[in-house]
């Protein structure tokens, strides 16, 4: 087992549309440079795997080249190198991992393969690892829906997750029934701020379940036979504004009581929410507020480490080094479907 402290470390992350590189030295992110492929994909309407391998491998060099330089790092002076393994889309894990471990076996240094999920778990204490409490876990994204109980660092186990659909999915297809742009998420959002939430009662489907897990395919399904029989709906602004702001109140409830009620049920006193989803503005407020009226700690990710980033990836692996975790061997290979567990 390979043991360092004290480390500079070069991240890459490709694990879908965001080509990303980071410099990490001792807990500090000296650089986060992120290459959205958002504009390449929203003529399709989602992610195009092979588009978004291609413009990794354009993009990749020139994004490390803007790390390097704004950390004020030369390729020789880095301690280990990490990439994202898994999971996501194969072909564009491919780029940042391969490259990293090139880089790795070129300059003799150690290479850390990190899980993504579990960037995304640890990312709200980027910079203040020192505060770390047990604690609750909401990993809400594009694609995965997640509650992790995490005992201590680095040692957490998953209690449920969406079973269908995620949350992520969920904005963005309901928005494309609307005719939003993609990725409809963020649009959502934006427009709910003038809508009424109590305007259409959508199903929060799962909300009263005993288990962990998730469901929002019903959810959508429901929004779409609510469009298919209320067109004219979609001529009115503030008609789609209100359909916004019932949507995203569904999927916020279903959040947040599904995250408290794990809490509660864990005895944890803390409460942290990560991934892209956790970008919204309404989730970010309602965990805020039911945690101060159950009085919870609240950590949320900040909103530049919520979407995909080599600094979460980054910072993780120089936790796991420094807890003196076993590294994986130079030659690992991706896991695009890799599972937290």
Sequence with gaps: MQQFNDMTILAIETSCDETSAAVVCDGKILSNFVSSQTKLHAEYGGVVPELAAREHLRNLIPVVKSALREAGISMDQFDAVAATQGPGLPNALLV?????????????????????????????????????????????SGGHTMLVLVESELKHRVLGSTIDDAAGECFDKTGKMMGLNYPAGPEIDRLAEQGNPSAFDFPRPLINDASDDFSFSGLKTSVRYFIRDNPALLDDAQKICDLCASVQAAIVEVLVK????????????????????TCNSALRGELARVCEHEGFTLRLAERSFCTDNAAMIGVLAERKSFRQVSLPPLDDEIKPGWVLV
């Design 96 to 140: 940042g991992f391969k490259a990293a471990q090139a880089v790795a076996f070129a300059l003799r240094k150690p290479f850390v393969g990190i899980n993504h999920h579990e960037a995304h778990l640890y990312s709200p204490w980027i910079n203040e690892f020192e505060k770390f409490q047990p604690n609750i876990s909401l990993i809400v």
């Design 258 to 277: 599904k995250t408290i009620r794990a809490a509660k049920r864990n005895n944890v006193r803390c409460v942290t929410a990560s991934g892209g989803v």
